[in-house]
């Protein structure tokens, strides 16, 4: 995504500024929530410490990560898919047997009212807002205002411009393959209403007292955190309900999808450090030094994540999706509208995408360091917040946040120069497929397409059937003597994953002929698997639409 917007504005400035605030936002959500989740997990099924929990999970995704790769990850990841799907279908039937159905579910979810809670006080009730999508503009929970603007803004941010998604995109191996991805995905997205709203509702059903605490004391004693337990609520349910051979699978399938996604944003964090950042500072550096560096910086990114663990338990009443949001409010809509602007306009320039970024990052931040520093009160104490921070709901502010970048972003880049619009040459939507004419193009392509021959040792491009793309590219490869390394640095190469053999450098012409083949071949597509990705689309919104309609 930085690599984009380099290309687009052709400006480093704004290569550099994503790539740390993508690492920021790394660290505050994937990173810190998945080890916080993690370390919940084993805390409720093995009764260990917090921080005990949290070494324990990263050692066993060092290990990991030090033997996959993005390769094993995506392969790790399919497979945990597979079994974390069955086994929370497995738990969701057991849960609705114990509870005695959906009707039953509904009326004793809402009668779990604790046995001890604040007098005076609503904490501890259940929303009676709670099947419902569209809730009134001043629900301090999930205003409908927030729904509609708040959270498509999100959604969008996070599915189509978040650097761990697209970098799988991007594998894909080719746009037929990619965009039914994108689509399986969609229809997975449908499963957390069946496979963890309602099972957290019977959880608070079946567990008032604890999953459903009101008083901070009792909570904290519950669970350690006195801003609630509902983060409990599903490991809690896995403990109490599934038998024992089950239960082990479940759980070993919950830590290990953790882990999977832990490793992945080793992957995206290391990639984007080192290319994005460390390129900047070390022009020549070779690919051994990037892979030390990536390694190291994992290291530095995780220690940064385990201090903020404890804002992590505390933050938005101490629930864990709240928090996830609400950070993403807060950094996530500067970014997307720099990006569908770029994409969407020709005349969006470099001024005007970094000022709209800058206008964004004052405004996020602004909001987020007034969140974390004057928390949110207990069960029982007063409001003591500013109204513009108690009173504006950061799906509110998230959808502020969009319009003020759009708006920032328009206007200075109306008032300053274009850019050159044979720099926007298959980077717009408007220009998408148009052919640039500049003399050194042309020059380069027939240059290109002359020593394709002498570029690759063996080629194969083939399309049976009109059904596949297939394709691979072989390079000369020159095996480094292995032998006479030392032990210590066989093992830190390993650690690196560094390999002994070397690729040989091929010349900028070689290289772009290479690329281009074969993203001519990836973005070929087969009208029949065409119409069946799009039918699926079609089948997909259509079964959100009634979800939607049903639950307004």
Not at 158 to 170: A, E, K, N, P, S
Not at 232 to 243: D, G, R, S, T, W
Not at 433 to 454: G, I, M, P, V
Not at 517 to 527: G, H, V
Request: overall charge neutral.
């Amino acid at each position: 995504m930085p690599e984009y917007l380099k290309k687009r504005f052709g400006s480093q400035r704004l290569q550099v500024y994503l790539a740390v605030q993508s690492l920021i936002l790394f660290a505050f959500t994937k990173l810190s929530a998945e080890i916080f989740a993690g370390a919940i997990i084993i805390k409720e099924t093995m009764g260990w410490n917090l921080y005990v929990s949290v070494l324990i999970l990263l050692a066993a995704t060092a290990l990991y990560t030090v033997i996959g790769g993005l390769a094993a990850v995506i392969y790790t990841d399919a497979l945990q898919t597979v079994v974390l799907i069955v086994g929370a279908i497995i738990l969701f039937i057991i849960s609705m047997i114990d509870i005695g159905g959906y009707e039953s579910m509904v009326d004793l979810y809402f009668q779990a009212k604790p046995n001890i809670t604040v007098a005076n006080t609503s904490c501890g009730i259940p929303d009676p807002n709670a099947l419902h999508i569209f809730r009134p503009a001043s629900d301090s929970n999930y205003p409908w205002t927030g729904i509609v603007f708040g959270v498509n803004i999100l959604s969008a941010w996070y599915f189509c411009t978040d650097q761990v998604l697209v970098q799988r995109t991007l594998a894909a191996k080719n746009t037929i393959h990619a965009k039914g991805g994108g689509i399986l995905a969609a229809y997975l997205k449908i499963l957390p209403m069946f496979l963890m709203v309602w099972p957290g509702m019977i959880s608070r059903a079946l567990y008032k007292d604890t999953v459903g605490c009101a008083d901070p004391t009792i909570c904290e004693e519950v669970c350690g955190n006195p801003s609630g337990c509902s983060n409990i609520a599903y490991p809690k349910l896995v403990m109490n309900l599934m038998p024992d051979g089950l239960r082990g699978l479940m759980v070993a399938a919950l830590l290990a999808a953790l882990m999977c996604s832990l490793t992945s944003v080793f992957n995206s964090g290391s990639t984007l450090f080192t290319i994005d950042i460390w390129k900047r500072i070390r022009k020549n550096a070779s690919d051994r030094e990037l892979m030390i560096v990536g390694r190291l910086f994992v290291i530095i990114f995780v220690g940064f994540s385990i201090v903020w663990l404890p804002v992590v338990g505390k933050a938005q009443d101490g629930q864990l999706f709240n928090y996830l949001q609400s950070i993403a409010s807060y950094m996530g809509p500067p970014v997307l509208a720099c990006f569908i602007l770029a994409i969407a306009s020709t005349r969006i320039n470099e001024k005007g995408a970094f000022w709209g970024l800058m206008t964004g990052l004052v405004l996020g931040v602004a909001r987020m360091i007034a969140d974390f520093a004057l928390g949110s009160p207990v069960c029982g104490e007063e409001e003591y917040r500013p109204a513009i921070i108690a009173n504006f709901h950061y799906l509110h502010y998230a959808a502020f946040l969009f319009a003020t970048c759009l708006i920032v972003t328009v206007v200075v880049s109306l008032l300053t120069k274009p850019q050159d619009p044979e720099k926007l040459v298959n980077l717009t939507w408007h220009t998408r497929t148009r052919e640039s004419h500049t003399r050194n193009q042309e020059k380069d392509f027939k240059l290109a397409e002359k020593d394709t021959s002498s570029v690759l040792e063996h080629e194969e491009l083939s399309d049976p059937g009109d059904n596949d793309v297939s394709m691979t590219v072989d390079v000369k490869t020159v095996e480094a003597p292995i032998s006479s390394q030392s032990i210590g640095k066989r093992i830190l190469y390993f650690i690196c994953g560094i390999t002994g053999n070397k690729e040989e450098q091929l010349t900028q012409e070689e290289q772009d002929n290479i690329d281009r083949k074969l993203a001519n071949l990836a973005t070929k597509e087969d009208p029949f698997w065409r119409r069946v990705l799009n039918v699926n689309v079609v089948i997909c919104m259509g079964v959100g639409a009634f979800f939607i309609a049903y639950f307004h």
